[in-house]
């Protein structure tokens, strides 16, 4: 299964320079800014599935560029744990294949929604609720598409 989802990226919206203005270098696990200077990883937060890169306090300080790059005495800046796999996801979610996705995957998903829930949030609680809500839902749908399909006799003569 190849899945075809557009990253969601947050916005830089404070006016400085975003991630994209730094250069990842897989050999060294560091971003490099555009003033040519490492910035180096410092920490890994499994919880926040981040990893994070800070300069050198002495290498922002003297720089021309640094009222555009950081309000703070040095750049940090997170890399998601999984950045590689999430770029290779974002770079397949072409505007066609998204057109398609919108047009099998999402309609069932409102369909169940909507028509067989009747309002757009689940009754049941937790993670197994949801799941088993979510199961009935999915099952009746099926059927329902089904007898579209092929017809109430068709369907009793298949299963039969």
Do not use: W
Request: aromatic share 6%; glycine share 4%.
């Amino acid at each position: 299964m190849i899945p075809h989802v557009p990253a969601a990226r947050s916005v830089n919206a404070n006016g400085l320079l975003d991630r994209s203005a730094f250069t990842y270098q897989a050999e060294t696990d560091s971003f490099v800014c555009i003033e040519g200077k490492m910035l180096k990883r410092v920490q890994l937060s499994r919880k926040d599935r981040a990893i994070y890169y800070q300069a050198q306090a002495a290498d922002c300080e003297s720089r021309p560029h640094k009222s555009q790059c950081t309000l703070a005495s040095r750049r940090m800046i997170t890399r998601h744990l999984h950045d590689d796999a999430l770029n290779r996801m974002h770079a397949r979610a072409t505007p066609a294949l998204m057109r398609l996705r919108r047009s099998t995957v999402e309609h069932p998903f409102g369909t169940i929604k909507y028509h067989i829930f009747g309002h757009p949030r689940l009754l049941l609680r937790g993670l197994n609720g949801a799941r088993i809500e979510i199961g009935i839902a999915t099952m009746a749908y099926n059927l329902k598409r089904m007898i579209n399909l092929l017809g109430a006799s068709r369907l009793i003569q298949a299963l039969a």
